[in-house]
């Protein structure tokens, strides 16, 4: 069997009173110490360290942007029927409230002065309305849509002479 083992405050103790009894210069030496290739590969560590975590980052942003990418194309996915639904329920809230085409042609034939003659009526998905007519005064003809209240709102795109000298008008409602 050992004996009695001494506790840690008597090792302290015993190695307190040795260090008193020191050596006379216990500085380590730094001739030789530093080594150049010691010192290089901590240069090395210090300088790629930034450049380390900038390519780290780099990878991150990476994968973000790639994350960010994929849940936008699920979004659009899942959000695609609802913005046809969308835009089928703006098609015919503008079809239920602007009046029938028949009644409009039937309005611009009651408007119009005797020498004008209608070349082109068309309505848009979005519920505009095109018209082209050709007049020998295309003065005339805009009054003449303008003393009506609901063809008060075409208004002048274009115009162009026709073949036989009259001027050809395009006329589009503003919303």
Do not use: C, F, W, Y
Request: glycine residues 6%; hydrophobic residues 50%; positive net charge.
């Amino acid at each position: 069997m050992s004996g009695v083992r001494d506790s840690l405050i008597d090792r302290l103790g015993r190695a307190a009173r040795r260090g008193v009894e020191r050596p006379r210069d216990i500085r380590p030496s730094l001739r030789g110490a530093v080594n150049l290739r010691d010192a290089l590969l901590i240069a090395a560590i210090v300088a790629l360290a930034p450049l380390a975590t900038l390519g780290g980052a780099m990878l991150l942003t990476r994968a973000v942007d790639r994350e960010s990418r994929d849940l936008s194309a699920r979004v659009a996915a899942r959000d695609a029927p609802m913005a046809q639904r969308a835009a089928a329920r703006a098609t015919l809230h503008a079809a239920a409230t602007k009046p029938a085409l028949v009644v409009t042609l039937e309005r611009i034939a009651r408007v119009l002065p005797m020498d004008a003659r209608l070349i082109m009526v068309a309505r848009g998905a979005d519920g505009r309305l095109s018209v082209e007519i050709a007049a020998s005064d295309p003065d005339l003809l805009r009054a003449a849509l303008r003393d009506d209240p609901q063809l008060a709102r075409l208004r002048n795109t274009a115009q162009r002479r026709g073949p036989d000298a009259r001027v050809v008008v395009t006329m589009t409602s503003v919303p």
